[in-house]
């Protein structure tokens, strides 16, 4: 019959609608504007080839955000991971009071980062900041978080940080229980001390864990837009400038779209490459579950 | 082992010291919010306002049509939400139980887009509601969301566990393909829709940047975009305003998670994502 054929296509067209209109074809869109020079109203759009690109990589401005971009990756990701591992271990017990402190953890994973963001200003204003009453009650200088180029980058790190604790200690302890416990009581038996059995036994265990926040979390980081756009615009003196507050100030500020493009390809490039590991990762999580 | 009461006493200082690290943040906000000007300007800072301002929060709300703001956010959220649903659950069967020529084809292309994040293709996407006059609309907020790959992909996941015999026999009752889906299959995968739903309301509701890209106006713009206004109040950042506008954003989402905190938990851990 063939309305049995017709049919899977009727009913997977809606979705396909949407993802072919609203992600596949602006990313072949933005590909062709990379290679184009164009100022938004001129009807002329300029074919300049790889010209973009080779202004964009040579360019001061570019590297230091593509500088910003790594520094605030790496420090986001390891510090995040870091602290979610120890809290996961420590927390990872059952009873009311466990459930309460995860759930206190992981809240500011679903608040708005537009509160967020206000929330640490506010924290972080330097002349009535609650962190720089906390420094002083010990004795230390107070520190212009967000109004020094040295430690404006840090603080975003710091809010990204709070942020994303919660959620990574959760998956961390997914992940623990996941590890069967005949294997600890052998451990046990041969007397092994608890930081050797981290060493030697969980850790080994968690590595598929491990690697996929790793991944989420660099992708994730990748992306940042609303803490910089809101709790210092790129400044001061660029030092907080990323990737996606680039692209967003060369398209909508400057008008340059083949600019903004090109940087846009240059960004997808980087994601694709950890998209790939992250699916290899997924489809492998699925299958176990 | 270690129920000794310095350990325990040790654990419970730890326990104390970790929550108000995540906690205390949010206390300080709902205590900001009901503070004076004066009050936020004093260093060492007043732990707790003299008496509370309540004017704060009517001076927040009727600094913009905030009304406006809360009705666009909640028909963007649902618009969106009820049209995933429309979409990815017949995707979602069709591509778990039929064999069809481009099945493999179409569902590399659906888990391509969730690789595609909206920081991603918003100056593309921008140019293109451009031409189609749709900028500054609130189309512009819900179309390129109106299906979720991502949902596709849970679905999907829950469609396949579903026994083969089970729909052969609902087929022999004479029951149709639509049939199936309401009966048998939305009923089986309640959880996974569930936790899809409250992970793709809490999302939109709490986004920023898409609405900040599409929409230049106060008549299609979303809450988040007002609060932020709040910031460009003359004469300097008004803490106590802009705490207690933090609140009617935070308010709502803090109660929900209250109430649904295992399936909130469940929602955003298992999808992994964000």
Redesign the interface.
Known sequence: MTWN?I??????S???L??????????C??IY?SMHDWN?VSPEKNFVGTANFTNLVSEKEFIEVMQNTFVYTALTVSLTIIIALI?AV??NKSGT?YG????????????????IS??????M?T??G?LN?FL?LFGLPSVPWLTDPSTSLLSLAIVAI?KG???NT??FI?GLQSIPRDIYEAAALDGTNRIRTFIKLTLPMLSPTLF?LTI?GI??SF?V??TI??MTQGGPINSTNTF?YY??EY??RFFK?GY??AA?VI??VI??IF??M??RL?AR??HYQ | MNTTIPYKLLNGIGILIVVSIFAFPFVWMISTSFKSLGETMIFPPAWLPESLHWENFTAAWNSGPFLTYFKNSIFVSISILILQFLTIIPAAYAFARYQFKGNKFFFALTMITLMIPAQLIFLPVYLQFSAWGLLDTLWALILPFASSAFGIFLLRQSFKQVPEELLEAARLDGASEWKIILKIMIPIAKPVLITFGLFSFITHWNDYFWPLVMTTSDVTRTLPLGIAKLREVEGGVAWHILMAGNMILVIPILIVFFFAQRQIIRAFVYTGIK
């Not at chain 1, 049919?7 to 997977?12: E, G």
């Not at chain 1, 309460?100 to 708005?112: C, K, M, N, R």
């Open positions: 054929k049919r899977p296509y009727l009913m997977i809606p979705a396909i949407v993802f072919s209109l609203f992600f596949i074809y602006p990313i869109y933005m504007l938004f809290l420590w927390l009071i309460f402190v995860q759930g206190a953890i992981f809240s500011p994973h679903i608040i708005s980062l537009v509160s206000m929330l640490w200003m506010w924290l204003d002349d009535y609650l009453w002083n709070w604790i919660g959620f959760l998956i997914a996929f989420i992708i994730n992306q837009f609303e756009s809101i996606v692209i967003y398209g909508f779209i903004a493009s846009g960004l997808l994601i694709s998209t790939i992250y699916f997924l999580r699925v």
